[in-house]
């Protein structure tokens, strides 16, 4: 399912538009950004939690030439999804 996808499944199911929906949508993953990039989590209870981690520099190598090449360190995005996302996604 992509975002228009997903847009058109809750406008329908909620009887909003999809405009609203949109613009909605764009909000939460706007605030979601924001949050991860300031260092903070966000957990929405049920579903999941998302949450940032650090990757410390370190050398690799380049697979064409097999030269090596210094990897900078990075901030990491991660997401734990909840329990009740879990038991949903596995059920039998």
């Known amino acids: 399912m992509n ?26 993953l706007e605030v979601i950004k924001k949050a991860i990039s300031k260092g903070d989590s966000v957990q ?18 380049n697979p064409k030439t097999g030269e090596t090449i210094k990897i900078p360190a990075a901030k990491t995005i991660k997401f734990i999804a909840g329990k009740a996302f879990k038991d949903a996604v596995n059920k039998r």
């Open 3 to 28: 975002k228009q996808e997903l847009i058109d499944t809750v406008a329908l199911q909620t009887g909003t538009s999809k405009l609203q929906i949109s613009e909605t949508l764009d909000t939460l």
């Open 44 to 61: 929405l209870i049920g579903f999941g939690s998302f949450g940032s981690g650090n990757r410390e520099a370190r050398a690799g190598r």
